[in-house]
């Protein structure tokens, strides 16, 4: 079992509680094992508006995890469009529609030239599962490489390649596993992994490029090296956006850009509509050209003119509110503040990140051994004081702080109090 | 090639003509290989109402074929109830939610008792992954029993049950094909499907109960003997309602309910928010958690608030519209109207169909061999007057009548006025 199942266990409703609210009774009627509630007594939320998520008993919570609504729960611009171009006109791509074609203008102008075509779904999972169908129809391989936390969605295909999805299974024998990038170890176990490969046929190293689930390295050493190392052995690199894109790292639209690499495929999800449903994935001509030569490739919902004017208002509101500065400014702000704390207190390990996406370690005081217990009962504690949080990374001791873009230095000092609070009592 | 690429190529923009509009260009500069679009010369949509759609240049299009905006395009009631939740809440599903349960609860009341359980995702592709990989779980094979023509969605693993799409390629060894169900032949060859499988493991057969991509084949003769021969060899039986479901067979509310069969998985899609992205997966209580036994399975924007909200709508309309009695009663007048011109028309082959779900076969007027031309120039003249219709079936002869279900007598009357003088010149 991963880390990160793990420490989901210690912060979800374990069914065998049995008993609850009627609504929740109805939720495990309905969703059977399939049901994932966060903490031990789940929370029903009636409203969600900037940074704040509203309880049905009238609490309010600050967001510090949510990444969906990244411009902000329910930004009224976003709602607007939503609302207007579904009353107006919501079909396929088959005909033409100027929203559509707006928005992939203004979307792609944000990438560097040679990726110029774009594929658009409804997620995350069918971006990743595109992009790899296409690394095997240009690489002619079906070899992958993934870090050992990772998680690039829920298809069969993706799933394969989603080792913290894994509950008892080891990887399929396509599959190399390698490490977080801390060090020259990364590069060096990517070379490992190219070698292991080369029997099956290496096809792509497809990785988050903040490595959320493997614990937020948004340093990556020894990342662009890996990328090229990748490449002389015959295989793409898929740079997965779904969780660093949109602006959240602070340094441009893109988390690739940050590591100076240009990838073969590009995938995004879900900040792209704020919440509705979609997705895309970003490429060459020529690999997807190479691609649709062999298969037909259509997507219903796939771009619709409902999600165009949904993802031109984020990009919109990201350039009008100056979302990106704000994540840099504020990530900055919170992530002295935190260090600061972590100096003073033995059981906070490392933090790291990049703008409004930071890793904050728990580790054992005397041995410096990741500290998952503790992670668990800070996140349960910081919701007894009203805020939203989560853990990632392979030993599941790593704090996730993720929250809407919108975020202010207010907000942080919200947080950073309370997590005094906590790991001082 | 199948039938089905074939047909569509003669109806599709050809992107060797170059040229055209300022936002043609735009659009196959972003989509590249990936673009497909309706006709020779494309139609820029700018309006959406009921079963009506409406061109840039003004020209209102009658809608004979688009299913996803089931109940009509933009419907209001829908429309708003996406409006009020988008701007209210719209988070994932791992805090409650009333709306969320409360569909739920509405929608699994619509299935025999035994299919308890809901999971919620994006897409019919989505849904039919997962329903794949639950058959898998459960019956410990993988081997998959299609029909020729079928299609089932886009990720890597349901492109490989969906032959409808694949331009060169032969299935792969677990896949086994079987004809459309047209008399006891289907019967025979899903035996030996199931015998020739034996080897690798029956996993499942997946059929869309109105078997659409085949050529709309609604009686389906052995259907029901060959479910239990599935069975009997160890699979499972999965029914992909994604086009039949939600009324549009004037039979109740899902299309394997007309065969007397009760699924161990059933697939829903399109209709199901009338365009926003949404799909689902419903089965039986032990047949997912044997599935979440082995992996986490988790969706981001799957049964959403604002999916939920949609679907709602969509369930209400249904009802207080009378929308599946109006499925019935108009599909029989437009079906009784079709077979009486086709006793009157040497081109015109065989009638079939079940509600507002209908095809119409054109065929060589001497051998009685499948026409796909016919069929094809016919799409293109009823488009010049102001008709909107497409294909189906192995051999492309088939035109697939799929209106939206408030699709009245006079629009039934509308379409046989344009048709009869197309034919009979």
């Known amino acids: 079992m991963s880390g990160t199942t793990q420490i989901l266990d210690l912060n979800r409703y374990d069914p065998a509680t049995g008993g609850g609210s009627a609504l929740l009774q109805a939720r495990q009627r309905h969703a059977g094992a399939s049901s994932v509630l966060f903490y031990a007594d789940p929370i029903e939320m009636v409203r969600g508006e ?10 309010r919570y600050l ?34 529609t100027q929203v559509v074609e ?32 296409i690394a095997a129809a240009n690489s002619g391989g079906r070899g992958v490489i993934v870090t050992r936390a990772a998680y690039h969605g829920n298809s069969a295909a993706v799933n394969e390649i989603s080792p913290s999805a894994w509950k008892s299974r080891g990887p399929a024998p396509h599959v190399k596993l390698v490490p977080e990038p801390r060090d020259a170890g990364f590069l060096a176990a990517v070379e490992a992994a190219c070698a292991e490969l080369r029997e099956v046929g290496l096809s792509c190293m497809i990785v988050d490029s903040i490595f959320s689930s493997d ?29 660093p894109g949109f602006g959240r790292t602070g340094a441009g639209m893109w988390g690739f850009a940050r590591h100076g690499v240009v990838p073969d495929v590009v995938t995004m999800g879900k900040p792209m509509g704020n919440g509705y449903p979609m997705a895309g994935m970003v490429t060459r001509p020529e690999l997807l050209a190479r691609f649709c030569e062999e298969t037909g490739y259509f997507n219903t919902f796939g771009g619709n003119p409902v999600a165009a004017a949904a993802g031109l208002a984020v990009l919109e509101v990201i350039a009008e509110e100056g979302l990106i500065e704000n994540a840099r400014d504020v990530g900055q702000f919170f992530r002295e503040g935190l260090a600061d704390m972590a100096a003073r207190t033995p059981a906070m390990g ?31 504690a910081l919701k007894d004081k009203g805020i939203l949080i989560g853990a990632a990374g392979l030993y599941g ?22 997590l005094g609070e906590i790991l001082t009592n």
């Open 50 to 59: 900037g940074v704040w998520l509203t309880a049905a008993d009238g609490r």
């Open 102 to 133: 707006a928005y992939a203008e203004k979307l792609m102008a944000t990438f560097p030239a040679p990726l110029s075509n774009l594929v658009m779904t409804c997620s995350g999972t069918e971006a990743n599962d595109l992009a790899l169908r």
């Open 63 to 96: 967001d510090v995890y949510n990444n969906v609504p990244s411009v902000g729960h329910c930004h009224p611009k976003v709602v607007e469009a939503i609302a207007r171009q579904a009353a107006q006109l919501s079909t396929h791509t088959r005909y033409l």
């Open 397 to 418: 001791h790593t704090l996730k702080i993720r929250p809407p873009l919108p975020f202010s230095r207010e907000n942080a000092e919200t947080f950073l109090k309370a």
């Open 215 to 243: 614990g937020i390295f948004a340093e990556a050493p020894g990342f662009a090296a890996a990328v090229a190392a990748v490449r002389a052995a015959g295989g793409l690199f898929i740079a997965d956006e779904v969780q």
């Open 350 to 380: 490392e933090v790291r990140g990049a703008g409004l996406f930071i890793g904050l370690d728990f580790i054992d005081p005397d041995t410096g051994a990741p500290n998952a217990p503790k992670a668990s009962r800070t996140i349960n």
